[in-house]
């Protein structure tokens, strides 16, 4: 109580009366007086995606779209391009403006780490989405709000997979030494494995004529694979094509890792059998009701909330297409 | 136009006003314009921030980092652009400097003291060469560092991934924090000074009692120094007026015996170290590199320092202007963040701004020559 009276703000000074007020007159005044308004909860998201990527633009609208539910105030930051030094200093940026929350998203660990701790030391939530859930439990943050980790997706995918017949698959890696995409492909195996099946990893580039030969070739000279995970629908589209063009695409079971309308449209028509979506539009919601009622009612989750990994089957994927449209899904 | 005002000054016999000539040479400083732009942007931002933390000293020491920064490199590049020379290359030697450091602490497991002293050498060879090309080929520089652009971005690329298969080098300063080099370029200063303001309750404090600010940046320091170096160079040194005269002509300055070539050429490795400064205090502050640290860097510096009164054509500038201008630049992109505007908007406002600051600070640069 010393603490909040020493403090000079005049809220400050008001709320301690109003609290006072109430263990004064608690049969007076109901308990809510001392509640902080929807209307004065801030919220500020500090994030490494661009404004123009799909995947970073889900998680804004859910972000947004929380805010109107609740009736509070939040803002969406991040760096025209990725710039992690810039990103730091919007961090501290924002712990200067005081707000009821921090959500960031943590792409390198060593040069956010300073930043991060000292928003948490100014007594600020800090909620961490889509990367960086390594850094919650050492560095004393609030909660992870995420998809699940790269290698269980990849175990996930080879369950699956495995459980449709596959025996043999490939895990095409288009950014080879990309350590997360390295992991998909290890759980990818490991998942295939547990039916007694095996995968190798094709080394490939972003560029759709060599993905194309390159997965081809592969292909040729090893007749016996039936599965094929691709890590992103960039690799994914012109396989696909060349698959359809050759006559060839009913013989292989085709996955991927994250969704775009041309995946999910494949999806539904029964050419792919899965797109891995990792659910970001939660990234931007959740944190938005955990962090207002953290502020309001002192109420928070306390264990890391999993928006991912959910597989969009052939079932799902017309529905998922129109909010894939809709800058949902 | 002499012989006029010499008529006029015989009709009306001059008066000795000292203040008021005093005045006008003031008016005609290249660096007034920078100054009252950024009384304006302080006034607009007093009167749209005022209250959301902007003014408060972790604002304060927040986008002055950010100023500081970029400042280090206007200052380099408004001698380069007195001297009538532009070095697009600039924010591509910064994250192949970046990677350097890296490579050589975490791959090669040199000391941090011996990486930085190689990416300086380093940066001493690629300015040499960008000036040589520029004065043996004759091409104009904007060309020749354009291709410096790219090709020193590739090389980042390419090296660091073949060397580590990935694209981002962490753990650089792992086990350093405490080293007096880390400290010298990534630390920060005051510290003592902010404890007992913040114990006296002069400033913001934790709930723990210590500051909410734990010191300035080093880069802060570094900023002045350069800047301060910088003037001493254009304003008291030969090298100076050899610097105006190769940009305001460089025939004439050569005719007259100015070592054009020499001139230029340590203007561009001038630039290199700059960058580097900027890429060794980057990476011991945050403790880790990546490939794209840097970019568009050098379009910034640039910006700064024409908001500082450098003149595209050369000859006319001054180095706290490119102060300024950087202060300007970094006030302007750290503040709009506290007026709460969607960051979708964030670059219409900042082009806005830098606009209205480049007008503002020309506008007043012509009346204060028409003056005369």
């Not at chain 2, 080098?169 to 010298?184: A, C, H, N, R």
Request: proline share 4%.
């Amino acid at each position: 109580m010393n603490a909040l009276f020493s403090m000079p703000t005049i809220r400050n000074v008001l709320g301690a009366a109003a609290l006072s007020l109430a263990f004064a007159g608690a049969s007076i005044l109901p308990a809510s007086a001392q509640v902080k308004k929807e209307g004065d909860v801030r919220i500020v998201f500090v994030t490494h995606g661009q404004a123009n990527d799909v995947y970073w633009s889900v998680v804004k609208n859910g972000m947004q779209a929380a805010a109107k539910q609740l009736g509070v105030k939040v803002e969406y930051q991040a760096p025209e391009t990725f710039d992690v030094v810039r990103m730091a200093r919007m961090i501290e940026a924002a712990t200067a403006s005081q707000p009821d929350g921090l959500v960031v998203s943590i792409p390198d660990m060593d040069a956010l780490k300073a930043p991060i701790q000292a928003a948490k030391a100014a007594g600020i939530p800090v909620v961490v989405i889509d990367s960086g859930e390594e850094a919650v439990e050492p560095w004393g943050l609030d909660l992870f709000v995420g998809g699940g980790s790269e290698y269980d997706n990849g175990v996930k995918a080879g369950e699956i997979m495995a459980k449709a017949g596959v025996k043999k698959g490939i895990c095409i890696n288009h950014e080879v030494g990309n350590v997360s995409l390295d992991k998909r492909c290890e759980g990818y195996n490991d998942g295939l494995k547990k039916s007694g099946g095996s995968s190798d990893v094709v080394a490939a580039t972003m560029d759709p004529t060599d993905v194309t030969r390159r997965v081809e070739g592969y292909l040729t000279a090893h007749p016996d694979v039936t599965g094929v995970l691709t890590l992103g629908p960039t690799v994914a589209a012109p396989l696909l094509k060349m698959f359809t063009d050759a006559g060839t695409i009913g013989n292989y079971k085709i996955g991927t890792f994250d969704l775009s309308p041309e995946i999910l449209d494949a999806v539904a028509k029964g050419t792919m059998m899965f797109g891995i979506d990792n659910q970001q539009y939660m990234m931007g919601y959740y944190p938005v009701v955990f962090l207002t009622n953290k502020a309001m009612y002192k109420t928070f989750p306390t264990s890391a909330v999993r928006t991912g990994p959910s597989f969009i089957m052939k079932d799902d994927a017309a529905a998922v297409r129109d909010l894939s449209k809709a800058g949902i899904r | 136009m002499t012989i006029v005002t010499d008529a006029l000054n015989a009709a009306h016999p001059p008066e000795p006003k000292p203040a008021s000539r005093r005045f006008v040479r003031l008016m005609r400083r290249p660096e007034l314009g920078a100054i009252t732009g950024t009384i304006i942007v302080f006034v607009a931002f007093g009167v749209t921030a005022g209250n959301s933390g902007l003014f408060s000293m972790a604002g304060i020491a927040n986008f002055l980092q950010v100023s500081a920064q970029l400042g280090i490199l206007a200052a380099a590049v408004a001698l380069l652009m007195i001297g009538g020379e532009f070095d697009l290359s600039l924010g591509s030697m910064i994250g192949f400097a970046s990677v350097t450091i890296g490579l050589c602490v975490t791959q090669f497991g040199l000391s941090i003291p011996v990486s930085v002293a190689i990416a300086f050498v380093i940066a001493i060879i690629v300015g040499a060469l960008n000036g040589i090309l520029v004065v043996r080929t004759r091409l104009p520089s904007f060309i020749v560092t354009l291709a410096g652009l790219f090709i020193l971005r590739g090389l980042t690329l390419a090296v660091t991934r073949t060397i580590t298969g990935r694209t981002q080098i962490p753990y650089i300063t792992d086990g350093q924090e405490g080293s007096f080099v880390v400290w010298l370029f990534g630390g920060k200063f005051g510290g003592p000074v902010f404890a007992w303001l913040a114990s006296h309750g002069v400033i913001a404090a934790r709930p723990d009692g210590s500051p909410m600010v734990q010191g300035l940046s080093m880069s802060i320091l570094w900023w002045v120094l350069v800047t301060a170096f910088a003037t001493w160079l254009l304003v008291k040194t030969r090298f100076g007026n050899w610097v105006f005269a190769v940009g305001g002509d460089d025939r004439a300055a050569r005719n007259v015996g100015v070592p054009v070539d020499r001139v230029k050429i340590l203007l561009f490795i001038g630039t290199a170290l700059s960058a580097t400064l900027f890429a060794v205090i980057q990476v011991l502050e945050a403790g880790s590199a990546d490939t794209l640290r840097g970019t568009q860097k050098e379009f910034q510096a640039i910006i700064a320092a024409v908001i500082g009164g450098c003149l595209l054509t050369g000859g006319y500038g001054s180095a706290i202007g490119a102060m300024f201008g950087a202060l300007i630049f970094g006030t302007v992109e750290m503040g709009i963040f506290y007026t709460g505007i969607d960051t979708d908007w964030f670059q219409v406002f900042l082009g806005s701004m830098l606009l209205i600051a480049v007008l503002v600070n020309n506008y007043v640069r012509r009346k204060a020559t028409e003056a005369r």
